[in-house]
């Protein structure tokens, strides 16, 4: 329902609950409860509560002992106050919080205490997941504070977070949020040939590119909430050599400058204005994307699930896989916390299968016998006296026809110091030791060996 003359507007957290009304009067916002789920009721309702408000004859609600009650007027009068202070989507999440659990549950504010916020988490595991009871409890955490700044309870309560074990429950009434799906780097490339270079129908007068914004979510890993922030030339211009992503465009509140690929600054390049929004948002990329992917080769189910936020997800296994950089890929992606990105990337069969063959490689060391024949050993593999951790870095151990058991020790020539006399003993240790190894010994020494 839009905002009506008199200036107030009508919301609601879902279907069948209780309508609530929200609007301005003074600078000062209000969201404060109809108790009413009838539209027409509620919407009189509403008016009657405007008029009072703008009046001035509006009246704190108080319980029967006179303690000030938890409802949506003290709500309202709280995300008033703080609203300068946080994120608007925070704002509406903490409506919602206030509204669905915490006013229903502690009905009074002196019922804030710590024993009551404690059965409130046992109560609300028992149907959603541990990170949402942690947002509800910093929902209410916030409001503690503020009922203490203005005198509605005499001291702040301690709110413990849930236990570190607790793992809660799904709520079955909402849709569960789906997995990324699996993109490989060439899947990726498929996909950006196969996309159009701009929106097929005009949007408010102009069409939209669309394969430039692909190209550099993929160059980048930005998510898509920032990309259709990004504007012109606050953030970049044309030949420049870096991206700049302002604190208010990104979700972690992560200001930084980002270097490009040369990749991304041509796409940026292409379709850069001299001002205004590069990219803006325009819900036609999902499906143009879908059908790139199908015309790309990748399955059908793949094809038809495939988001715009999978390119983020596949570029930050991209960067982490094969051991790359780990700093740098969490400056990319906007992380402060490696755990953040450890939980973007993501398994997969390819994976698996370089995983295996690079453990291949290490437990089954191959190399020609005349290869080693009055060769020196890695001193590394000497000094460790452990072949494990070596043995995929010594070059000698990657050529085919391994036969560890013939591994020979050079022979000290004459005139040869006491060192090379020492070195060859050590290569006939490590021998003994690849061959046991293969027989099965996790130590690495042979019976033999011991005694």
């Given at each position: 329902?839009?905002?009506?003359?008199?200036?107030?507007?009508?919301?609601?957290?879902?279907?069948?609950?209780?309508?609530?009304?929200?609007?301005?009067?003074?600078?000062?916002?209000?969201?404060?409860?109809?108790?009413?789920?009838?539209?027409?009721e509620a919407a009189r309702e509403a008016q009657a509560i405007w008029a009072e408000v703008a009046l001035g004859q509006q009246r704190e609600r108080r319980v029967a002992d006179g303690t000030r009650a938890l409802d949506e007027e003290l709500v309202g009068e709280w995300l008033a106050d703080v609203s300068t202070t946080l994120d608007p989507r925070t704002v509406r999440s903490y409506e919602d919080?206030?509204?669905?659990?915490?006013?229903?549950?502690?009905?009074?504010?002196?019922?804030?205490?710590?024993?009551?916020?404690?059965?409130?988490?046992?109560?609300?595991?028992?149907?959603?997941?541990?990170?949402?009871?942690?947002?509800?409890?910093?929902?209410?955490?916030?409001?503690?504070?503020?009922?203490?700044?203005?005198?509605?309870?005499?001291?702040?309560?301690?709110?413990?977070?849930?236990?570190?074990?607790?793992?809660?429950?799904?709520?079955?009434?909402?849709?569960?949020?789906?997995?990324?799906?699996?993109?490989?780097?060439?899947?990726?490339?498929?996909?950006?040939?196969?996309?159009?270079?701009?929106?097929?129908?005009?949007?408010?007068?102009?069409?939209?590119?669309?394969?430039?914004?692909?190209?550099?979510?993929?160059?980048?890993?930005?998510?898509?909430?920032?990309?259709?922030?990004?504007?012109?030339?606050?953030?970049?211009?044309?030949?420049?050599?870096?991206?700049?992503?302002?604190?208010?465009?990104?979700?972690?509140?992560?200001?930084?400058?980002?270097?490009?690929?040369?990749?991304?600054?041509?796409?940026?390049?292409?379709?850069?204005?001299?001002?205004?929004?590069?990219?803006?948002?325009?819900?036609?990329?999902?499906?143009?994307?879908?059908?790139?992917?199908?015309?790309?080769?990748?399955?059908?189910?793949?094809?038809?699930?495939?988001?715009?936020?999978?390119?983020?997800?596949?570029?930050?296994?991209?960067?982490?896989?094969?051991?790359?950089?780990?700093?740098?890929?969490?400056?990319?992606?906007?992380?402060?916390?490696?755990?953040?990105?450890?939980?973007?990337?993501?398994?997969?069969?390819?994976?698996?299968?370089?995983?295996?063959?690079?453990?291949?490689?290490?437990?089954?060391?191959?190399?020609?016998?005349?290869?080693?024949?009055?060769?020196?050993?890695?001193?590394?593999?000497?000094?460790?006296?452990?072949?494990?951790?070596?043995?995929?870095?010594?070059?000698?151990?990657r050529e085919p026809g391994v036969e560890p058991g013939r591994l020979a020790a050079p022979e000290p020539k004459s005139g040869a110091s006491a060192s090379s006399a020492t070195l060859a003993k050590c290569a006939q240790r490590i021998g003994a030791r690849i061959a046991a190894v293969h027989r099965g010994y996790p130590c690495g020494r042979t019976s033999a060996a011991r005694s």
């Amino acid at each position: 329902m839009a905002r009506t003359a008199q200036g107030w507007k009508l919301i609601r957290s879902g279907p069948g609950a209780a309508f609530r009304v929200r609007f301005t009067h003074a600078g000062k916002r209000h969201v404060l409860g109809t108790g009413s789920a009838d539209r027409g009721e509620a919407a009189r309702e509403a008016q009657a509560i405007w008029a009072e408000v703008a009046l001035g004859q509006q009246r704190e609600r108080r319980v029967a002992d006179g303690t000030r009650a938890l409802d949506e007027e003290l709500v309202g009068e709280w995300l008033a106050d703080v609203s300068t202070t946080l994120d608007p989507r925070t704002v509406r999440s903490y409506e919602d919080y206030c509204a669905a659990t915490i006013i229903p549950f502690f009905e009074r504010v002196d019922a804030i205490t710590r024993e009551r916020a404690a059965a409130y988490t046992r109560a609300r595991l028992a149907k959603v997941l541990r990170k949402t009871v942690t947002k509800e409890l910093s929902c209410l955490r916030g409001l503690a504070r503020w009922c203490v700044e203005k005198g509605y309870l005499a001291a702040l309560p301690v709110i413990d977070a849930p236990p570190r074990k607790a793992t809660g429950q799904a709520c079955k009434a909402r849709k569960q949020k789906r997995q990324p799906v699996e993109l490989l780097p060439d899947d990726v490339s498929a996909i950006l040939a196969a996309l159009p270079e701009r929106s097929p129908r005009r949007v408010a007068g102009s069409v939209y590119p669309v394969r430039a914004y692909f190209i550099v979510a993929w160059e980048t890993g930005l998510r898509p909430g920032t990309l259709d922030g990004l504007r012109a030339p606050e953030d970049y211009k044309r030949g420049a050599e870096s991206l700049r992503v302002r604190d208010e465009i990104d979700k972690a509140r992560f200001g930084r400058e980002l270097s490009l690929t040369d990749a991304a600054r041509a796409a940026l390049d292409a379709i850069c204005p001299d001002e205004g929004l590069l990219f803006g948002r325009h819900g036609g990329r999902r499906h143009m994307l879908r059908e790139a992917a199908e015309r790309a080769g990748l399955p059908a189910e793949k094809a038809a699930l495939v988001s715009p936020y999978d390119f983020r997800h596949a570029r930050a296994t991209d960067l982490v896989a094969d051991g790359r950089n780990m700093p740098g890929a969490m400056f990319l992606l906007g992380h402060k916390h490696a755990s953040t990105t450890s939980r973007y990337v993501h398994g997969s069969w390819t994976l698996a299968e370089k995983a295996l063959a690079a453990a291949t490689r290490i437990a089954q060391p191959e190399v020609a016998p005349e290869a080693l024949d009055g060769a020196i050993l890695d001193p590394f593999w000497i000094t460790c006296g452990h072949p494990h951790e070596s043995m995929a870095q010594n070059p000698l151990v990657r050529e085919p026809g391994v036969e560890p058991g013939r591994l020979a020790a050079p022979e000290p020539k004459s005139g040869a110091s006491a060192s090379s006399a020492t070195l060859a003993k050590c290569a006939q240790r490590i021998g003994a030791r690849i061959a046991a190894v293969h027989r099965g010994y996790p130590c690495g020494r042979t019976s033999a060996a011991r005694s």
